[in-house]
């Protein structure tokens, strides 16, 4: 069985054209119009495909195919980013619905239950609600801010009914995607099995200085924020690099005060993104950063201040669903690796109600979040290609 490759990139296009923007790229907002668009063309997709489709309390949009016990769901996230990619979350809605329709016609009805989700929201790229749709799913949303709630009617969905999208009913959650890096194009290795997704700690970083005339105030008198700031940048950068592989630390935000040419700069505040696959690993990260730069706020005489924005454990993906999907890979001719994905994934939020694993394949020259985001057509083919062997191992 081969999945039809001309169907999956009409789909892709289609979906892509959704939400185009003037300056490129695409943006389907959560609860916006492009979004709504989207989601009635993939659920056209799912009643084409044989499948019985419903919406659940945030918008996830579920195709089912009637068999016995728990689910096997496949799926990804149909919101983008702004001027955001083709193929991001895209990928796994389109293959998905692509590899159950071609085994509901070879196979006929599964032995299990088989479902794709269009998740209603990843990003967080219009409201702070990163991972909406799955964590409505495992019952994680407590709360919800007025602005949701109203965009969330504006679409005739009631934000009091949220806790009725948990789940748990599903078995297994199955989910391909582009890798938004350059790790298996550089090695050229055509597909990835993730081992786990990396666990995060975002950080605000507060170094307070004095502001002083930049003429008059001679250098070793000076407590200068900017400074200071700079050389806690440059720590940020040679620790993660000292621990290796997979450690990454990127300082993404920094703001100056007062920013004037002509003044010593009193107030620096910036960001610090941490990621490791291994909580140890993360923690260790963390902790060398935080305590370098309060040595260096103390031997520039400077006040600092740091606290912790947000904070997510790493995920390891079930050892059985990496197995069974390196054994698609196989059945499909090809020798799959392992990999961390350093970006952070449905599957990990769903992994709290279900087994869950990932197949990455490559991004062309690591592009992501962007309108250069490409993967090849025949390692789009190949991915949705096992993605479909492995729901066949799970569902048939």
Request: aromatic letters at 4%.
């Amino acid at each position: 069985m081969r999945i039809d490759g001309a169907l999956l990139e009409r789909r892709l296009d289609e979906l892509y054209a959704i939400g185009a923007e003037p300056d490129g790229g695409t943006y389907r907002g959560l609860y916006s119009t492009a979004w709504a668009a989207a989601g009635e063309r993939v659920e056209r997709w799912m009643q084409d495909a044989g499948l019985e489709t419903r919406r659940d309390a945030v918008g996830n949009i579920w195709g089912r195919a009637e068999g016995d016990g728990k689910s096997i769901v496949t799926g990804s996230h149909i919101d983008t980013v702004r001027r955001g990619g083709r193929l991001d979350g895209a990928l796994g809605i389109c293959a998905g619905i692509t590899a159950v329709e071609a085994l509901l016609t070879t196979k006929g009805k599964p032995r299990r239950t088989l479902e794709v989700v269009a998740i209603c929201e990843e990003e967080g790229s219009r409201f702070a609600t990163n991972f909406w749709g799955s964590r409505a799913i495992t019952g994680a949303i407590d709360t919800v801010d007025a602005e949701i709630a109203a965009a969330m009617r504006e679409r005739g969905l009631d934000p009091t009914k949220i806790a009725s999208a948990a789940r748990d009913d599903i078995d297994t959650f199955v989910e391909l995607h582009i890798e938004q890096g350059r790790v298996l194009e550089s090695a050229r290795t055509p597909l990835a099995v993730v081992s786990a997704i990396v666990g995060t700690a975002h950080l605000e970083v507060t170094v307070t200085g004095q502001p002083d005339h930049a003429g008059t105030t001679p250098m070793d008198l000076r407590r200068d924020a900017l400074a200071g700031a700079a050389a806690m940048v440059q720590a940020v950068e040679s620790i993660a690099k000292s621990l290796g592989k997979p450690a990454v630390a990127t300082v993404g935000k920094l703001k100056v005060e007062p920013e004037q040419i002509n003044v010593v700069p009193g107030t620096v505040v910036f960001t610090v993104d941490l990621r490791h696959a291994d909580l140890g690993g993360r923690r260790a990260l963390e902790e060398r950063i935080r305590s370098l730069c309060g040595t260096l706020s103390q031997e520039r005489r400077l006040g600092l201040g740091i606290r912790t924005l947000q904070e997510k454990a790493p995920v390891a993906m079930r050892a059985e669903v990496r197995a069974l999907l390196a054994r698609a890979a196989k059945e499909c001719g090809v020798q799959a690796t392992e990999m961390v994905s350093g970006a952070g994934h449905d599957a990990q939020i769903l992994a709290a109600r279900c087994k869950v694993g990932m197949l990455f394949v490559p991004s062309i020259g690591g592009r992501s979040h962007c309108p250069e985001e490409a993967t090849a057509p025949e390692h789009l083919e190949l991915g949705t290609n096992i993605l479909a062997k492995a729901l066949e191992l799970l569902a048939y």
